[in-house]
């Protein structure tokens, strides 16, 4: 039974046939294959958690790889590769999505967070710098009495 | 009450507001980005021992069909296949089978011993025509209407209730999305 | 039947927990010392009881007891019996059931060490602990009880995913858990705080070292379960900015800026309300978090239906502990007496800004984890959010913060000089200059990043040699009396400084790891031959080689380096039968200045495989420097000052008193 889990399983990796094994054969001209490794990391992983095709051994991340690779030889430019799997899988297959009026939000709330951060500093500073200007008054003359006669009550 | 304190229960109720909404929303997944487009072209032979490959004419008859992708090595697909079998067996609806990714071998067996609900199959062995569908894991259902336009597609094991409430009005022609070119 | 004894005393625990979260409440509000103390037998009770049902799951799952449902998803006879044991909390009612031990034990440390607190603000926080309990028990007894049967009682277990069968992936979540829960006394703390309307160096003392205890706990829970991802998910990524990271990535920052607010609390009576805000904020996220993947409203792809009736309670127990708090917050807080003032440029103003970045951050890696779901919600649009929204605005938010975490220590209170401080910290600044011109001029301008990454982590470490270095006089005076101050030095400062140099060496492996990683990717064939940095790396082919519970095929790489074989690396494919599955696992080899990583692939049908070598310099910094930041914690908890306790106030007997007049004559 081993022996034969383990002839499948090299068969499988030997394949050629029937069910392809997609292989990350880099392609012959290296601009291209950078170009491939580029677009790699911008494309989705659907099936993995959060991860780029460029990050994950999952069947559908080696499919795609091989299929940008393809494209790119097939003379496709950076944007017709994306554009092709987007066709197919909508905007979420890209990592960073478009810019649209949605995600616009999105982009920009960190900043109105830290203006909040910053605006709170600056008024917490402010505040500060106002309470030191008050300082601490003298006792008068009557008060000092006082103080002087619980002093001595304490002796 | 100094406004300043109020401020992180004020954002708590926000968020809780959206959490709450979210989670009375229908759990949908991505849809699909071929819906209201044609379905692609594509050309695929019989899953080995049965007759009738598929291809894109089969999907453009006029009336609407299902389209369901499976695959022997994919547990869910087992969950699902008894609501196909009674779906094949009960009514006159057209199911094909996308056969994703299999050894020939396996498909047919999984096949012979589970049922056949399928009026045709399609064997995609390379996993290219499932690239094409915008398919990114097993099992998935499609809903095409008569012209061959994508109306719906469902992800993952498909429920009674989905199936009452998506699939059957759609086979209808109702909820009917105009197909661009 | 050990399944039925687990059950019933969870249900007990329950009932305990009620009785422990509301009675003596009411027993310190209105002064009844028959209420009050009943909070600690209780909470020692409710302890006993989660413990033996912890261990009654534990036995069914070692006995591979599958007439118990949990075991029959979760295990199979075939399991070492490791991983059997983690695979009790692997699954979402064990892991709930594990969550409840450990906030019941906690409950039980302030029941049986709170011997010097005060005895009114013991019982509240063993109520509010109580309370947090009884959330935590109904979703456990009603919704996912983890000793449901069975029947037919099923011959296998379903659960014997690989994955799973790892160590860093099995065992990081008790220190998560640790983490999450820990901080849950922080919370409950500051909750018994506005009750009492009083915060003071006493309560600062006090919660200190939990939250210490509980932050160390949540740094390594979530440093392993990053060095997990490292060597089996993928190739070598640590962080994906996933909504299960980001849950637990939240609570850390939170729980890193009330750490060090609680010290301002301690030391100047002040910061008062931001740290009670803290600490109510920081386990509302561990809250929030767990339960935002318990409760599936953060969908994956495929994933299955989850039950509504479980998110829909959880998010009713967020609003009633989360909401409830806070609007306690915003009543009490204004009562807290304010205390000690500060100038805007002092340590104390430091540490504000360092809450006001965290938050900040926090907010941030919330809001890029959220908004998907808010969007869907307001617009039924569907979009994600990944690492470049991530990286793109939490990097820059660390960055001021970094700069301030080295200058930080080095003010003094109340009020500082800046110019001053600057100037004690020249030796600093001129390293840290001078490494980033050595980047410069090693690596170019390309990518800009690096220098400033390597400047960062310099800095930290810099700051922290200083800061050690003044405070034992190191050049000042003979060196065996800088020895001697260093050994009588606070722990916490030496844990201060280890774990603010532990960052340091962190980023430095970060910057060091992403800006020159090395990627080769070919196909070889056995006698292929590829160079990288400096090695040369030979491809000896692929053998079939038996596991105990898959198959794998191993590929052999021979390393040289100047003709000499330095390594010889075997990654590994395996196939698993149950549950069908296949697994990379890569092989990686430490090197001095960084990993090389390989990992073989699919054959292309002509005798070549798909392979891939890579060089990933100072990774390794970044798992040191994670366990430099541990380390730190535990130095600073073993701090004398933080167990003895705050000493006790002086009674009406032994002050002083008015003489009578007549004992004068």
Known sequence: MRILSIAILLAGLFAGSATAQYVDQPLSDPQLERRAQVLHKEIRCLVCQNQAISDSNAHLARQLRVIVRERLEAGDSDTDVKTYLVDRYGDWVLMRPPLKASTLILWIAPFVILAFVLGGAVMLVVRRRRQQQTGVTPLDAQEEARLAAILDEQN | ???????????????????????????????????????????????????????????????????????????????????????????????????????????????????????????DLDGRASIDWGVYGVPETFVVDGAGCIQYKHISVLTREVLEEEIMPRLQGQKHVPCEK | MIAELGHFAIVLALAVSIVQGTLPLVGAQRDIEALSAIARPAAVMQFLLLVFAFVALTIAFTGSDFSVLNVWQNSHTQKPLLYKISGVWGNHEGSLLLWVVIL???????????????????????????????????????????????????????????????????????FLYLGYVGFSIAFSFAVAALIEGKVDAAWARWVRPWTLAAWTALTIGIAMGSWWAYYELGWGGWWFWDPVENASFMPWLLGTALLHSAIVVEKRDALKTWTVLLAILTFSFSLLGTFIVRSGVLNSVHAFATDPARGVYILAFLVVAIGGSLALYAWRAPTLKTGGVFAPMSREGSLVLNNLLLIAATATVFIGTMYPLFLDAITGEKVTVGPPFFNATFVPLMVPLVVVMAIGPMMPW???????????????????????????????????????????????????????????????????????????????AWGGAIAHAGLGVAILGITGSLSWEIERLQIMRPGDRIGIAGYEVEFEGVAPVPGPNYDAVRGTFRVYRDDELVEVMTPETRRFTQPSMVTTEAAIRPRNFGD????????????????????????????????????????????RRLRVGAPRRRTAETKPALRPQQQAT
């Open chain 2, 1 to 123: 009450m100094r406004l300043r304190y109020l401020l992180p229960a004020i954002a708590f109720v926000v968020v809780a507001v959206g959490l709450g909404v979210g989670l009375t929303l229908k759990p949908r997944e991505i849809p699909s980005a071929l819906i209201g487009k044609p379905v692609p072209e594509f050309s695929l032979p019989a899953v080995e021992g049965r007759t009738g490959g598929l291809t894109t004419a089969d999907l453009k008859t006029g009336s609407p069909v299902l389209v369901n992708v499976f695959a022997s090595w994919c547990g869910p697909c087992r969950v699902e296949h008894p609501l196909f079998m009674e779906l094949a067996r009960t009514t006159d609806v057209t199911i094909y089978g996308l056969n994703q990714r299999d050894a020939p071998a396996d498909a047919a067996r999984w096949l012979e011993t589970f049922g056949d609900p399928y009026d045709k199959t399609g064997a």
């Open chain 3, 596 to 639: 090389l990583y390989a990992v073989v692939g699919e054959s292309n049908g002509d005798g070549g495989f798909a392979t891939r070598i890579y060089h990933k310099p100072m990774i390794n910094w970044l798992w040191v420097g994670s366990v430099m930041m541990a380390l730190g914690g535990l130095v600073s908890l073993t701090d």
């Open chain 3, 104 to 174: 019941a034990a906690f409950g039980f440390g302030v029941a049986t060490m709170g011997n010097n607190l005060p005895p009114s603000l013991r019982t509240r926080v063993i109520a509010i602990q109580g309370l947090i309990g009884v959330g935590f028990l109904l979703l456990l007894v009603f919704l996912s009880n983890p000793f449901e049967r069975v029947f037919p009682v099923p011959a296998q277990g379903n659960g014997l995913n690989p994955l799973l069968q790892d160590p860093g992936l099995a065992f990081h979540p008790p």
């Open chain 3, 414 to 492: 109340k009020r500082a000089d800046l110019a001053g401080t600057l100037a004690r910290m020249k030796v600093a600044a001129i390293v840290t200059v001078a490494v980033a011109l050595l980047t410069l001029y090693l690596s170019g301008f390309e990518p800009i990043l690096a220098v400033l990454g390597m400047a960062l982590g310099t800095w930290l470490l810099a700051g922290a040699a200083i800061d050690i270095g003044e405070r034992t006089r190191i050049f000042g005076i003979s060196f065996g009396d800088t020895l001697k101050r260093g050994r009588n030095l606070p722990r916490s």
